[in-house]
């Protein structure tokens, strides 16, 4: 880990313009410079950097950051490596960390254990040319079977591992654990990475006698292996892969992601496959934006891998059932990460690697450009066959399409797709808004989104450290501000509604919220058996909103994290929300944190204001009302939530507006209206409650 006073001179001695200008032609205008944006194709200018503030910003795409940032997202590093890059271009000294014995320890391993995987992924490329088995067998498979070329071969690292036996006169080859054995790499290695298993005491190639496909990480380490077999024996697995280890695991892990990470940047979309040669086909074609989930179902670590470059994905699968069935389980999860989903089936009879090597580059593209569909078209035109004759059948599609986008956490895109929805199946908006919200509320009262919350938190946490620990190895990449609040900042409009919500958490959040049988918040029936705490964080966590203000964040974030681990090691607080809040509230005024401290006594503490109002207010115990009180306050946040992203959206309608970007411009006034409705709606639910 770098040092902070060596991250603070990096940080000084980074001159943003010429950090940008080493990969941008920035134009002077006034004080600040201008380019086409690196991040997205224009043919305006709306990318500006600003020398005085040591920023950068896009106004078409929305990047922002500092000349780390930028570094980050042009070259897709992790903070640590772009660190690294601007020290050196600085010529400056990077001092790191002391590492402890075990962090010496785990890390020799790591890095021992890619070693011997590199040493294999040339072993099986050297086997594959430069052996009669390798060539006769290997070889063939992939250039006329296949119709890999050369450079494709080599570019994937593509192998042979041979059988250890002669073949066609030739003298036996070595096997892997020889050969790595005898070039001094140890057994341990070799056993941990999975490359090898014992039998009778000897080590045994787990691949050989098959072809191999390395399977690089992030930064482009080899980490592991799939084989597949040749041998027409059904007896045999058509295909092995590396087991679990600890530099490879499988649901972190997309094939060929190193190869088509820029691409993926800079086309703004990824074409999600499922096997190897599908996707190896796709870039020999000259689409290098294809990745796959290495022959696993699709997770949702490999989902914000992909979110980490692009949120627009298309799912590109054999036309047949089985690519049907992919397709299905994969647009869920990708929504519910909050990417925009694609859908393309090819025809039948082709899949991904067989089109690309029977079309030119031009006519794939054409065809995907067509030929793509979204989510609901999808469905549409799977499910709907007579469905005007069958009304089971409508209602039974219409719950399937609602429940799919029901699972999309970002409440605009939610009212795109349910104006289309409404239109596409001949129904009433407000019965589908009603049928979305009573989905929602089912996922809070069962707890699933604070479940996802924390999942999320756990994920980036996870990811957090292994960039920090890991950070010469890279293999995360890009960068991800989830979680990170040095990139938020009060905003006046919020602030109120946002202490509002702390308020409640603070006071009562482990006491069980109790509603009225005729209360509706939202288009939602009563949600019942919640705490506040559940409450305000599945309410948050159902629109993807986060506090503005970073100290109330940290606070917020705080609270979830010591009532965790309160509960988890039980200590008589469980059933008890009185003892609960007060050992939580305890823990805050013990923080080390002195503004943390301050803040939560300030926000918690009574104030007597003496007038007729408040006397008789008081004589109400607040908790008594809190099924009324807290709705409210979520609902008053929601909508000063959205008359902020109005007022920004505005700005960018101007910036629009001077540039001449008509397409942006409906872009935009699309989005503002979609946001009036919600605004409407958020106002009357208010009215209802007030």
């Not at 660190?83 to 014995?101: M, N, P």
């Amino acid at each position: 880990m770098i040092d902070s006073a060596t991250v603070e001179k990096i940080i000084d001695a980074a001159d943003i313009v010429d950090v940008i200008s080493d990969f941008v032609t920035l134009r002077k205008r006034g004080t600040n410079y201008v380019a086409c944006c690196p991040f997205h194709n224009e043919k305006t200018p709306s990318f500006s950097v600003s020398p005085s503030k040591g920023i950068f910003k896009c106004f078409g795409c929305g990047k922002a950051g500092s000349a780390v940032t930028f570094v980050m997202e042009h070259e897709q590093m992790t903070y640590p490596e772009a660190l690294k890059y601007l020290a050196r271009k600085y010529g400056i000294e990077v001092h790191e960390r002391e590492e402890t014995e075990q962090d010496a320890e785990d890390r020799l391993k790591r890095e021992s254990m890619i070693a011997v995987s590199e040493f294999a992924a040339k072993f099986y490329a050297d086997a594959l040319f430069n052996t009669a088995e390798g060539h006769s067998v290997g070889l063939s498979y992939f250039r006329q079977k296949r119709e890999f070329s050369e450079e494709t071969i080599r570019k994937f690292g593509l192998g042979w591992a041979p059988s250890g036996r002669s073949f066609a006169g030739e003298a036996a080859f070595s096997t892997l654990p020889q050969a790595a054995l005898k070039a001094g790499y140890k057994k341990e290695f070799l056993l941990s990475t999975g490359l090898c298993y014992e039998h009778n005491g000897e080590l045994v190639d787990r691949f050989r006698e098959r072809v191999i496909f390395p399977i690089h990480s992030l930064s482009g380490n080899v980490i592991a292996f799939g084989g597949r077999t040749l041998k027409e024996d059904k007896t045999v697995a058509k295909y092995v892969n590396s087991p679990e280890s600890e530099i490879y695991h499988k649901s972190n892990s997309l094939y060929a992601i190193y190869f088509a990470k820029s691409a993926i940047a800079r086309e703004q979309k990824c074409y999600l496959v499922e096997g190897y040669a599908d996707v190896i086909s796709m870039h020999q074609a000259g689409i290098e934006n294809v990745t796959a989930s290495s022959g696993t179902s699709l997770t949702s670590e490999q989902i914000r891998l992909i979110k980490r470059f692009t949120n627009n994905v298309t799912l590109l699968y054999d036309g047949d059932s089985a690519g049907i069935k992919a397709a299905l389980r994969g647009i869920n999860m990708l929504l519910e990460e909050g990417m925009t989903v694609k859908v393309l089936l090819l025809p039948d009879g082709h899949d991904p690697d067989s089109f690309a090597r029977s079309h030119t580059r031009q006519e794939i593209l054409d065809f995907l450009q067509e030929h793509e569909v979204d989510f609901i078209e999808f469905k549409y035109g799977l499910l709907s066959s007579d469905i005007e004759k069958d009304p089971m059948r409508k209602a039974e599609l219409i719950r399937d399409i609602i429940g799919t986008v029901a699972v999309i956490p970002d409440q605009i895109m939610r009212s795109v797709y349910i104006e289309q929805c409404a239109g596409r199946l001949g129904m009433k908006e407000d019965v589908l808004f009603a049928e979305v919200a009573r989905i929602r509320r089912k996922k809070i009262e069962s707890g699933e989104y604070e479940r996802r919350r924390r999942e999320e938190k756990e994920a980036r946490y996870a990811a957090a450290v292994e960039d920090r620990d890991a950070g010469h190895d890279g293999d995360y990449g890009a960068v991800s501000t989830a979680g990170n609040t040095s990139s938020l900042k009060p905003v006046p409009l919020l602030d109120p509604a946002e202490r509002e919500l702390l308020y409640y958490l603070l006071k009562f959040g482990e006491y069980v919220m109790t509603f009225d049988d005729h209360q509706k918040y939202g288009a939602e029936a009563p949600v019942m058996d919640i705490t506040v705490a559940e409450y305000i964080s599945a309410q948050l966590s159902d629109d993807d909103l986060e506090l503005h203000n970073p100290l109330y964040k940290r606070i917020y974030d705080m609270y979830f994290e010591i009532r965790s681990g309160l509960l988890e090691h039980d200590d008589g607080v469980q059933g008890d929300p009185e003892s609960l809040q007060g050992r939580i509230i305890r823990s805050f005024v013990n923080s080390m944190e002195p503004d943390v401290t301050a803040m939560v006594l300030d926000i918690t503490e009574e104030k007597y204001v003496l007038n007729v109002k408040e006397y008789v207010r008081a004589q109400i115990p607040e908790r008594n009302v809190i099924g009324r009180n807290v709705p409210k306050a979520v609902l008053v946040y929601k909508l000063k939530y959205v008359e902020y992203t109005c007022s920004q959206l505005m700005e960018t309608l101007r910036q629009t507006q001077q540039d001449a970007d008509t397409e942006s411009q409906q872009d935009v006034m699309h989005r503002l209206k979609l946001l009036l409705q919600i605004k409407n709606a958020l106002v009357k639910d208010l009215n209802r409650v007030s």
